[in-house]
Every structure is written in structure tokens, then in C-alpha cells.
């Protein structure tokens, strides 16, 4: 088995083991849910399967009791508790290991996985299971149909017919049915032919049969499940009729004729006389009492079945999914970055000629090259739920490690986001979580003394918001202390014992370096070290952190993010010779400042906007620029945190669609600028770190 095909199992495992995890969390509220068994089993069994296929026979063998458990499950001869949730979650994370472990396991793991495989085996002798030795593979798959493809479209035409005494063993075959309608495309016509006349009928029996055909890409393996707990009363056959990229040399499909006798609802001598007069097969064999007309419509289904998934398929080729590894995707990003910096250059130099040819062609460019980056960067963009269910089992094991009762409720799954920032926010959240689950929530019996309900809630949502989007993280615990954190911060010295902060500003304090209020150190967090970390990153992905709290309430921690890093909406304005770019989403509006009225300030930076005052910096002083200023200067007012700070320029050019650059490793400490970009003539402008700004203020004022 070639190394491909590995990796291939490891990113399909990967995957299936995410699905796994997020069903068994659902089981653990609805563990009467038998859908949701159903799930579980399945994804328990692919993997099996799979990982026997490739070469991951200790896969196979290790969750070969797992599976065998959930059957019972199904089964109704044992139900769902904690310990069961709790062992697979563990074997979850066991196999995760298993398939990324390149040398095998260390003894330690080998003794956790034994201790696991015990464990599961003694829950099956409390239910009265067999006390199998773990398989080595999976079982033998019958030559009429393939193994499990899972991604391959195939279609099969399943023979289901009961034997007549199906109802009394307490089996309703119509949730069968409805359960293959969920393995994909299905269409059922059912075959009464066999009912006999009222007064012969058994009404305990059971005469209709079922032609099914279904289009699915679960794989042969996912049908023989629906039918696992009725094969032994009923005769069921499964055929491939067609699969995607294998059975579809032509177009078109078998005839009529042909179907039924593949079906061996037609003998073939019948056939040949009927094809010799001249009227519609069909008709002819249901007139001459050749085969009932149940039989024809069900080849008729068929037929036009397998014709619709073709055509289907055909249209639909061009724009089926495919894995692109990431380092293609960046460099392709990349690319359409350099592209709208040359385009930019190009336009630029169409206006200052005189050909109208040239100015065309540079207007045709700008087009393409727009649609270009707009698609591009759409393609990394991947819904923030991948990230919200990891963070549900998190919540379940760190809740139970503290003895607490905590409930994660999800909005907006949904919502895109940059997989670069979604990887890079992973720490931040889980952070935020923790300490939502340590320090806010109390437990369950200081919850009812205050009139709480036992459980607390952890509330995560995701919203678009303009050119960003939104996190919130909400508690309805304990709030935040304003009295501790002010006494702490008085402590380090970091307030004047005069000083009387506003809330909003005092709670910003928490992401100071080494700050915490925890009167004791646990496992999960209390050094003070942590929050700090959350404002850096966030601060790194230009986004921003507000903090609402009220004591006994809970607290709210929103988070502002823009959704992709590659490339921007900023402000391009002008310092003498050199040109700036402040990020479009931080600027507020843009006003007027004299000379006269910086000079007549004697150093205290503020002016009035709007009835309020509002800092400045002079961003000529910190760059050293040496040119005369104007007369008339910009201030550009931007507001971060609630927090409103005006960056005095010589003048405003614009918008400026900014594809950013990292600075070289000589410059990569400059604080203040995140980066850079190319203008349309070659000029390099800086790009401001707007938070960034503030603190290097505070700083100044404070030395």
C-alpha cells in the first residue's frame, strides 16, 4: 500500500473521527436518539473497514469491540450511559493516535489501549454479548457487490423481499426503507403481485416486496447495515448497476428487456416473442400475462434512474470538490496578490498615456483581475463550526475534571472565516473557555443557593459584521470582580489610588502580562498568564477584544476579526515623501487640523470632534520626517475597544485595496507597522498597527 493511499485514510479517518466525536456528544443529551446510534455505528464501521483496506489492521482490530458494543446499542439490548460515551470518546482519541503514530505506540499508550479494550470487553459481558477476540479484518464482502468507495457515486438495485412471517418477530420494514432514503438518491416501488385474495391472506402476513434503487457514495457496507437485524428472515439482494467513472461508457442505459431479465423477472424466450410485434415492450409483456406491471414500472424506475444520475454526473464533473493541500492554496493567494499589485501599476500608467487602446486593455484587467481575487479568496474561506465542535468536548471533559455542570450552545456554525485565522484563533477561544469553565461558572450547589439552575451555559456565536466577523463568548456565571481587579491593579501599580476607571477601561486591565485576580492556582489556569497571550494573537490578526461583564449576571467577550489576512481595505495617506496605510475597518471619519492649532496645544495632543476629546499623535514626530508640514493637516480618527485615538497626517489620498507584505527579519520588531505594501508606481507604503499605537501612547505618557 503506497504511502498515498495512507495519508489518503489518515485525512478520510481524520474526518470521520471529528463526525464521530460530534454524534457521541449528541448521544450523551439523547441517548434514546436512534439516529444518532445509527451514526455512530457507522462511523464506527468505515473506519474499521478503511483502516483494514489500508493496512491499519490494529485500527481494525481495536475498535472491532467498539463496534460491536453500538450493535448491541442498536440492537435495544443495551443502553447509552456515561461510561459507554466516556470509553469511546477515549478510543477516539486512541485511534487518532494509532494513525499518526509513525513508530507505533509507546508502552504507556500500549497500556491505555489494553486498558481500554478490557474495559469495552467487560461492558459487553454485562450486556450479554459474545466475548469475541478482536477481528483482524473486516468480514468477507459478497462478489455481486464492491467494497465501500466512500466519495465514489455508485448506484445499486436492491431486492428486498420478506419472508412472510417478518411481522411477527415485531420488524416494521417502512423505517428500513426510510433509512436507505437517507444513504443518498432512492427511488421504491413496491411489488404487490403476491398478495393473495382477501379471503386467503394471512393478516400476520407479509406478501409485498420491494425494488429499490439507490444512488449513494456510503459504500455497500452502509445498506447491509439497514438490513443487519432482518437478513436472516428475509432474502435480500444487492447489485451494482452503475458507478461513477467505471460503468458509464455510454450514456444511455439497458433496455427494458434487458433489465428484466437481469432481474430474472423474464424468461428469455418470453422475450423474444414479445419483441416481435409492434407495440411498446412494456405493453406487450403485461398484456400477453409475461410479467406483472409492478415489474415493468420498477425497470422503467430503473431506467430512468441510472439515465438522470448520468446526466447528473456529466453536468456536474466540472465543478466536483477536490483536495488541494494548503501550501498550493497559499502560494496561489500569493500569486493573486502580486497580480492586483501589477495590475495597479498598469492602471496607473494606462491614465498617464494617451492611448485609448492601452486604457481599454488596462480596464479589462482590472475587471478580470478583481473577479479573480474575489474568487480566490473565497476558496480558504471555511465555516468557523469546525472549529465550535472541538470545543464541546472540551467543555464536557474540563467540566467534569472540576466537578461542575456546564452546557456549550452553538450560533452560526456557519459563518466563513480565513482558515488562517480560524487555525491561529484555536488557542485564543480555547483559552477564553477555560477560563469561562474555571473562574465564572460556579458550581452546581453555589448556583442553586444564589437561585441559578445547577447547569451553566457557555453561549458561542459567530455573526458577519461588514468586511469582519464577530465572535461572542457569553457565561451566565459569576461576572467579573471591578473591586478585585481595581485593588490588583493598584497593587502592581498599575492605577493611581486616585484613579477612578470606567469599567470598560479597568476590565481591559485582565490581558495585562502576569495580571490575576485567582486567589488560587489550579491546573487549568490562575499565573496570570494566558489572557496576555489572547490580546497578542488578536492583536496579530488585527482584530480587536471588548469585555462586558456584571457581577452575578455573566460576562461577554466579544471579539472583532477581519475575514481574511491577505488583503485589506485601508486608507493610503501621505507623510512628506512617504506614504501610510491605516486598515479601512479601524478609521471612524477623517477632520481638519491647523498648524496654528498643533502649535497653540503646547504639547497636550487633544482636539475636539464632535463635542468629545479626542488624542492624537503626530505621526511626522515619530517618523522623523524632515519636509515642512502643510498649513492645513488630517487627522485621521480611528477606535479600537470602545477607545478613540486620531493619527495626524499631511494629507488624505484614499482608499487603497492593500495586498499586505511581511517586513524582512531585519525589520520584523518595528513596532507600530505590521507590514507593507506595494503601490501602483512601485513605492512601498507601511502599514499601521492601529492597536499597536495605542499602547506605544500609553507607554510614552506613562515614562
Known amino acids: ?130 466475548d469475541e477476540e478482536p477481528a483482524k479484518t473486516t468480514p468477507p464482502i459478497p462478489s455481486e457487490a464492491p467494497p465501500d468507495r466512500p466519495g465514489s457515486q455508485v448506484t445499486y438495485r436492491i431486492r428486498f423481499r420478506p ?25 421504491i416501488v413496491a411489488q404487490t403481485s403476491a398478495i393473495p385474495p382477501l379471503a386467503e391472506m394471512n393478516p400476520e402476513g407479509c406478501y409485498v416486496y420491494w425494488d429499490i434503487i439507490l444512488t449513494t457514495c456510503r459504500g455497500v457496507n452502509a445498506i447491509k447495515d439497514v438490513f443487519i437485524f432482518v437478513e436472516d428472515c428475509a432474502e435480500i439482494r444487492i447489485d451494482v448497476i452503475d458507478e461513477e467513472g467505471l460503468l458509464e461508457e455510454e450514456k444511455d442505459y439497458k433496455k427494458l428487456g434487458e433489465i428484466l431479465l437481469e432481474r430474472g423477472d423474464l424468461d428469455p424466450a418470453d422475450l423474444q416473442r414479445a419483441l416481435s410485434r409492434h407495440k411498446r415492450l412494456g405493453e406487450v409483456l403485461v398484456e400477453a400475462g409475461l410479467t406483472a406491471p409492478d415489474k415493468v414500472q420498477s425497470a422503467l424506475v430503473e431506467q430512468q434512474h441510472v439515465r438522470e444520475m448520468r446526466k447528473e454526473r456529466e453536468t456536474a464533473e466540472s465543478s466536483s470538490s477536490v483536495r488541494v493541500p494548503a501550501q498550493k492554496l497559499d502560494r496561489l493567494v500569493d500569486l493573486v496578490g502580486e497580480l492586483v499589485t501589477v495590475q495597479a501599476r498598469l492602471s496607473q500608467m494606462a491614465g498617464s498615456q494617451t492611448s485609448s487602446e492601452l486604457l481599454l486593455i488596462a480596464e479589462e484587467v482590472e475587471r478580470l483581475t478583481g473577479e479573480l481575487r474575489d474568487n480566490t479568496m473565497s476558496i480558504p474561506m471555511l465555516p468557523i463550526g469546525t472549529t465550535f465542535s472541538k470545543f464541546k468536548r472540551l467543555v464536557r471533559d474540563l467540566s467534569a475534571e472540576l466537578g461542575k455542570e456546564i452546557e456549550l450552545t ?42 441559578k439552575p445547577r447547569k451553566g451555559k457557555i453561549h458561542l456565536s459567530a455573526s458577519h459584521s461588514g468586511g469582519n466577523v464577530c465572535l461572542q463568548i457569553q457565561d451566565d456565571g459569576a461576572g467579573l470582580d471591578a473591586g478585585a481587579i481595581r485593588a490588583k491593579a493598584r497593587e502592581k501599580g498599575l492605577l493611581a489610588p486616585d484613579a477612578d476607571l470606567p469599567e470598560k477601561e479597568l476590565f481591559q486591565l ?35 477584544i471588548e469585555v462586558q461583564s456584571q457581577r452575578g449576571v455573566g460576562t461577554t467577550i466579544s471579539l472583532r476579526l477581519p475575514l481574511t489576512l491577505a488583503i485589506i481595505e485601508g486608507l493610503l495617506v501621505k ?129
Request: charged share 30%; net charge negative.
Open 410 to 451: 452553538t450560533e452560526g456554525a456557519e459563518t466563513e472565516l480565513d482558515k488562517t485565522v480560524i487555525e491561529r484563533l484555536n488557542d485564543p477561544l480555547i483559552h477564553l473557555i477555560r477560563n469561562c469553565i474555571d473562574h465564572a461558572i460556579e458550581p452546581p450547589e453555589v448556583r442553586q443557593r444564589l437561585g
Open 163 to 187: 419472508g412472510p412471517d417478518l411481522f411477527s418477530t415485531g420488524t416494521n420494514p417502512l423505517p428500513l426503507l426510510q433509512e436507505l432514503r437517507g444513504l443518498g438518491t432512492c427511488r
Open 510 to 544: 485582565i490581558f495585562l502580562p502576569g495580571f490575576s485576580t485567582a486567589k488560587k492556582v489550579t491546573s487549568v489556569s490562575g499565573r496570570g498568564v494566558g489572557m496576555d497571550v489572547v490580546k497578542r494573537t488578536l492583536d496579530g490578526l488585527r482584530g480587536t
Open 1 to 130: 500500500m503506497t504511502d498515498r493511499h495512507k495519508e489518503a485514510f489518515r485525512e478520510e479517518a481524520q474526518e470521520l473521527l471529528g463526525e464521530l466525536e460530534a454524534s457521541l456528544l449528541e448521544l450523551e443529551g439523547r441517548p434514546g436518539d436512534l439516529d444518532l446510534v445509527g451514526r455512530v455505528f457507522r462511523a464506527l464501521h468505515t473506519v474499521k473497514g478503511s483502516g483494514a483496506m489500508f493496512g491499519f489492521e490494529e485500527v481494525a482490530a481495536f475498535i472491532h469491540d467498539v463496534e460491536t458494543l453500538y450493535d448491541l446499542v442498536r440492537n435495544g439490548k443495551m443502553g447509552v450511559g456515561r461510561e459507554l460515551i466516556d470509553l469511546t470518546l477515549a478510543a477516539c482519541d486512541q485511534v487518532r493516535k494509532m494513525i499518526n503514530a509513525p513508530g507505533g505506540p509507546t508502552p504507556g499508550e500500549e497500556g491505555k489501549r489494553q486498558d481500554l479494550i478490557l474495559s469495552f470487553q467487560k461492558l459487553l459481558k454485562q450486556a450479554g454479548g459474545k
Open 575 to 703: 507623510i512628506g515623501e512617504g506614504f501610510f496605510v491605516i486598515p479601512l475597518a479601524l478609521v471612524e471619519e477623517c477632520v481638519e487640523i491647523t498648524r496654528e492649532e498643533i502649535n497653540r496645544r503646547k504639547g497636550r495632543h487633544l482636539t475636539r470632534v464632535r463635542e468629545d476629546l479626542v488624542p492624537y499623535i503626530l505621526l511626522r514626530d515619530w517618523f522623523l520626517t524632515q519636509e515642512e508640514p502643510p498649513e492645513i493637516e488630517q487627522i485621521v480618527v480611528t477606535g479600537v475597544n470602545g477607545e478613540r485615538v486620531g493619527f495626524v497626517v499631511d494629507r488624505v489620498i484614499g482608499g487603497h485595496q492593500t495586498v499586505l507584505k511581511n517586513l524582512g527579519r531585519v525589520y520584523r520588531n518595528v513596532e507600530g507597522v505590521s507590514g507593507a505594501t506595494i503601490l501602483g508606481d512601485g513605492t512601498v507604503a507601511l502599514i499601521l498597527d492601529v492597536p499597536k499605537w495605542f499602547r506605544i501612547v500609553e507607554q510614552a505618557e506613562k515614562a
